[in-house]
């Protein structure tokens, strides 16, 4: 588990971030085993079955509207609680945007680095990321069923790791929703976070008109 991460001299927005785009999400069994040692000791871990956790992977595009336009993977290895707060764990990010390697680190304490993405449409959407002429991912699905026409509210909170303190910060926003089907996710040997064995989602889906706020984040 890293305790800190090394600083950035890019200037960034500074926080809350608004942000604007679409999004892929899927969901998936994970082992403990294979995501405990990702964690700061003090948090609980939050099985769903005996043994195994939910973890998954976030794809996403920000565009107009954004305070940075780039594109975004985030991994996250399970459910976890600290104090009376249950969320996920972010092991991983990437994203294609020096300034937002910069304020993810700096402002929020999440080890995001940088990647390459390749984003397909068609018969066959599909977006893989890269770094260093290595595959990280690939996330692809048939097709999507109908989602809600409107936008429907959205709300989240997670936590991160700054300065040897366990931070929370919350994200506001709204979405449309669709269930994606015959969702299939590939993470080579090779990946950092191949050892989750990201496989078969139990559920995946796309999200459309995405507006997210991401405040500040403060100490637990």
Same mark, same amino acid.
């Given at each position: ?13 500074? +926080? ?12 998936? %069994? ?10 700061? +000791?003090?948090?609980?871990? /939050? ?23 780039? &594109?975004?993977?985030?991994?996250? *290895?399970?459910? %976890? ?30 080890? #995001? ?13 599909? %977006? ?5 002429? $290595?595959?990280? *991912? ?8 109908? $989602? ?12 991160? !790791? /700054?300065?040897?303190? %366990? ?8 979405? #449309?929703?669709? !269930?994606?089907?015959? +969702? ?12 989750? &064995? ?14 997210? *706020? ?5 100490? /637990?």
């Amino acid at each position: 588990m890293t305790t800190s991460l090394p600083t950035e001299t890019f200037d960034y927005p500074i +926080a809350p971030w608004s942000l604007q785009g679409t999004a892929l999400i899927s969901f998936h %069994v994970v082992d403990i085993a294979a995501m405990q040692h990702f964690l700061p +000791a003090m948090l609980e871990i /939050l099985p769903i079955f005996p043994g195994k956790t939910l973890g998954g992977i976030y794809l996403s595009s920000y565009g107009e509207g954004s305070v940075l336009s780039y &594109n975004e993977l985030i991994v996250f *290895c399970g459910l %976890v609680r600290y104090g009376d707060r249950i969320s996920t764990w972010v092991t991983h990010i990437y994203v294609d945007h020096p300034q937002s390697v910069a304020g993810g680190r700096n402002i929020w304490g999440l080890p #995001k680095q940088l990647a390459s993405f390749r984003w397909g449409q068609g018969d066959h959407p599909q %977006v893989t990321v890269f770094q260093a002429g $290595g595959q990280l *991912c690939h996330f692809s699905y048939r097709w999507r069923l109908p $989602g809600i026409p409107t936008p429907i509210p959205a709300f989240a909170g997670a936590f991160s !790791w /700054l300065q040897s303190q %366990v931070m929370w910060f919350s994200v506001q926003g709204s979405v #449309k929703t669709h !269930w994606l089907m015959e +969702a299939a996710i590939e993470v080579p040997d090779t990946s950092p976070f191949a050892s989750l &064995n990201f496989t078969h989602p139990i559920m995946a889906f796309g999200l459309e008109d995405l507006t997210l *706020c991401v405040q500040q984040p403060t100490p /637990l």
